[in-house]
């Protein structure tokens, strides 16, 4: 038998408001999730991955119009088109990860000499 969830447990699973969840399907970014008899929601294990992927490039630093982007490439793109998309993107956030680093390096840096200084009175 296949799990299934209700909108409000998937958004405890994904630790996504109700509110993003039918965002997220109003941008087509997942679903189409099938109803119940009922004419509601109904969250499959395959959604609920999905909508995991859709957070993590979602904390890459990707936005709405990237992610629609990359949902058109899933459905009707080729290997090549998404290696591409995500190769960029993937550079992108290591370029981010380098600055980041060096603020921080920079931050150490400050917090110890000033540190010193606190110690010499």
Known sequence: MTS??????AAVRTGL?????RYYERE?????VAR???GHRSYSEDDLFWIGLIGCLRDAG???????????????????????FLSGHRAELSG???????AIAVLDEKI????RDAARG
């Open 28 to 32: 087509g970014l997942i679903g189409p």
């Open 62 to 84: 990707l936005g709405i119009a990237d992610l629609r982007e990359f949902t058109v490439l899933l459905r009707e793109g080729g290997s090549g088109d998404r290696i591409t």
């Open 96 to 102: 981010r990860v380098e600055r980041l680093q060096t």
């Open 112 to 115: 110890a000499h000033y540190t």
């Open 36 to 38: 119940t008899t009922g």
């Open 4 to 9: 299934t969830w209700t909108p409000a447990e």
């Open 17 to 21: 408001s109700l509110d993003t969840l």
